[in-house]
């Protein structure tokens, strides 16, 4: 499975100490994942420092019986090893999106935590957290929060040119990109003025995915003064750009 942990032989020029300890945690894992652990136990083990246990601990939740339990599983979204997030994330679209467990995600606190999720480096983390705007209550929190993030995201850019250290200014471009997806998710309840800024920056940005965001979302708006921004992305040199409003 695809989240389950993987653990490579160690070269044999490796010394037998690393083994030992390798072989110890693949020990571990394989009774764990044989074991069909009880709701109590899944959560309890999320207070792991291992990240084997978490791994198998959150595959294991099979459901959220409380606030409590849906903040303490979204916890390890952030902060955690790769695998965690991404094992974390594929479980809290499961769990949210499914109407028995939903209203135990509706909390602020944990809407914060997936608003940072926007902002990890793997992209199938972001995207999983991006589907969860398919939730009313998260879309309204979006909508009060995110375009400051954004602009934040935007004037830690701005300064930014070819000199600087390339794989910052793409982690900053990376977050502009995930941010701009959700922000097109939870549009209509975002007044047009409120991110004009925003959307005047993106649709002159020199990468073209980023122009696209901002013509994914000003397709939204009928306003008057947004006209001007999608007249420029209807002429953008790039296809796919152009595309966007096209299929409007």
């Known amino acids: 499975m695809l989240y389950l942990f993987y653990i490579q032989k160690t070269d044999i020029s490796l010394d037998n100490t690393l083994n030992k300890i390798n072989d110890k945690i693949f020990n571990t894992a394989l009774e764990l994942s044989g074991e069909n652990l009880?709701?109590?136990?899944?959560?309890?083990?999320?207070?792991?420092?291992?990240?084997?246990?978490?791994?198998?601990?959150?595959?294991?939740?099979?459901?959220?019986?409380?606030?409590?339990?849906?903040?303490l599983l979204t916890n390890k979204l952030t902060g955690q090893d790769g695998k965690i997030r991404e094992v974390c994330a594929f479980k809290l679209r499961e769990l949210a999106l499914n109407p028995k467990f939903r209203q135990f995600f509706i909390n602020e606190d944990i809407f914060k935590t997936w608003q940072n999720g926007f902002l990890d480096i793997n992209g199938n983390i972001c995207r999983m957290v991006v589907e969860l705007t398919q939730i009313v209550e998260f879309k309204?929190?979006?909508?009060?929060?995110?375009?400051?993030?954004?602009?934040?995201?935007?004037?830690?850019?701005?300064?930014m040119d070819l000199t600087s250290k390339q794989y910052l200014?793409?982690?900053?471009?990376?977050?502009l990109y995930w941010t701009l997806e959700a922000l097109s998710n939870c549009s209509d309840f975002v007044?047009?003025?409120?991110?004009?800024?925003i959307l005047e920056y993106c649709a002159?940005?020199?990468?073209?995915p980023i122009r696209e965001k901002a013509a994914k979302i000003v397709r939204n708006y009928n306003a008057k003064n947004a006209n001007t921004i999608r007249q420029k992305l209807c002429q953008d040199e790039n296809f796919y750009v152009r595309l966007v409003l096209k299929e409007n």
């Open 38 to 71: 009880s709701y109590e136990k899944a959560l309890k083990m999320l207070n792991s420092d291992k990240d084997v246990e978490l791994q198998i601990a959150i595959l294991n939740i099979t459901e959220i019986k409380s606030t409590e339990d849906a903040l």
């Open 140 to 159: 309204q929190y979006l909508a009060k929060h995110l375009p400051n993030k954004i602009c934040e995201i935007i004037e830690e850019i701005k300064p």
């Open 169 to 175: 200014l793409s982690k900053k471009n990376f977050w």
């Open 191 to 197: 007044e047009f003025d409120k991110i004009k800024d």
């Open 204 to 208: 002159d940005f020199v990468d073209y």
